[in-house]
Every structure is written in C-alpha cells, then in structure tokens.
T-cell receptor
Framework: GAVVSQHPSWVICKSGTSVKIECRSL??????MFWYRQFPKQSLMLMAT?????????EQGVEKDKFLINHASLTLSTLTVTSAHPEDSSFYIC?????????????????FGPGTRLTVL | KQEVTQIPAALSVPEGENLVLNCSFT??????LQWFRQDPGKGLTSLLL?????REQTSGRLNASLDKSSGRSTLYIAASQPGDSATYLC???????????FGKGNQVVVIP
C-alpha cells in the first residue's frame, strides 16, 4: 500500500518547450501533494504544495507562472515546466500526504514518488 | 526557518560495522522526524518516522533516536551490509505545517 507513481521517469526536451510531469497516489486519497526539486548532491527543496480543488501554494523564489501545478483529483497532481531552459534540468520528486481514511496507512505521512529526471538541452 | 544538517556528508565502512548517522535541526517545535533512504537516481524510501512525543523507533537492523530538546536525531544501522550503500536523508516536519525540511544527506558506502 501507499504507493506513489510519477510519469515519466525521465524526459529530455529542447529549450523553450513545456514538459508535464504526473504524480499519482495509487491506493490512497491525497488532498495534498508536494513537489520537490533536487540538484546533484543537494537536498530536496520544496517547490510548492498542491491542493486538490484549489490553487497551489508556492515557496519563496519559485515562479508560479513557470511551474504550473494542477491538482484536479484526489489522486493526481501535475507539474508543468513551461518554456524550459537548461537551468531547469533537475530531478523532480513528488509526494502525497495520505488523507487518513479508514483502513489506510497512518494519516498525515507523506509518501514519495520515484522521481522524474528532466534534462533540457 | 528550519535548518537541517547531516553529518558526516559521506562515509565508507567495512561490511559488518555499525553505522551511526547524525541529523541536527535548529527549531525544536517539530511534529515528527523521518529518515529516508535514496538510491542514486531514485526516489525516497521511508525507513523510520518518529513522532515528536517518541524517543526512538526501531525496524530490523535500524534504530532511530530523537532528542527534541537538543535538536538531534541519530540513525543506527547494525551490522552493515553492501546493500545498505545509499544516501540517507533526514527530514523534519514542523508543528502546524505540512512542509518537510530536508538535510543534504549522509552518503554511505559499505565495502564488502
């Protein structure tokens, strides 16, 4: 149980194009999901908190118009990197916070996806 | 702002030795602390989660302690194996906040 998937696992794109990354909670509902970015040998940095049915909350310094987040259902959040540039190349990881429904995993714990490696040429 | 520091950044040990990984955080008003394992190019696997009211958690060869007042947690891995080679991340969740603050990790190599 408590599995989070991401798609794609890796993507290579040309500078100026947009890339969409999906994050799904497979066996639990997640009103809240989180998007992180990780550069080599660095810590995970929270980019934004995705809330089902409402606007995402972005961390300071993260451009909301560049990193579009949509949380259209209780099991799916998407991150779109618009007009990607080489400096956007990174490892993007999502996590989903279990809503704590009966019979599910412990509430409030975050479960992480396998990550998406983005390379912008 | 919560700052999380992990020491040492990297270490190599011979197989069979016990591993001791340290994590410190600046704000003691935490909700919980979590240890993760990350293999190269992969996502995070949760190892242990310690609630703020707990002192330690154990799972198999892993034991994590929490001293909230001093802002420290230690992850012990007993009788290390080559398969334990990975980066171990410590993350702290603040009270009244969903956000996790991560350290940079302890990169571990267990030499056969």
């Amino acid at each position: 149980g408590a599995v989070v998937s991401q798609h794609p696992s890796w993507v290579i794109c040309k500078s100026g194009t947009s890339v969409k990354i999906e994050c799904r909670s497979l066996d639990f509902q997640a009103t809240t999901m989180f998007w992180y970015r990780q550069f080599p040998k660095q810590s995970l940095m929270l980019m934004a908190t995705s809330n089902e049915g409402s606007k995402a909350t972005y961390e300071q310094g993260v451009e909301k118009d560049k990193f579009l987040i949509n949380h259209a259902s209780l099991t799916l959040s998407t991150l779109t990197v618009t007009s990607a540039h080489p400096e956007d190349s990174s490892f993007y990881i999502c996590s989903a916070r279990d809503d704590g429904l009966a019979g599910g995993p412990p509430p409030n714990e975050q479960f992480f996806g396998p990550g998406t490696r983005l390379t912008v040429l | 702002k919560q700052e999380v520091t992990q020491i040492p950044a990297a270490l190599s040990v011979p197989e069979g030795e016990n591993l001791v990984l340290n994590c410190s955080f600046t704000d003691s008003a935490i909700y919980n602390l979590q240890w993760f394992r990350q293999d190269p190019g992969k996502g995070l696997t949760s190892l242990l989660l310690i609630q703020s009211s707990q002192r330690e958690q154990t799972s198999g060869r892993l034991n994590a302690s929490l001293d909230k007042s001093s802002g420290r947690s230690t992850l012990y891995i007993a009788a290390s194996q080559p398969g334990d080679s990975a980066t171990y991340l410590c993350a702290v969740r603040r009270r009244g906040n969903n956000r996790l603050a991560f350290g940079k990790g302890n990169q571990v190599v267990v030499i056969p």
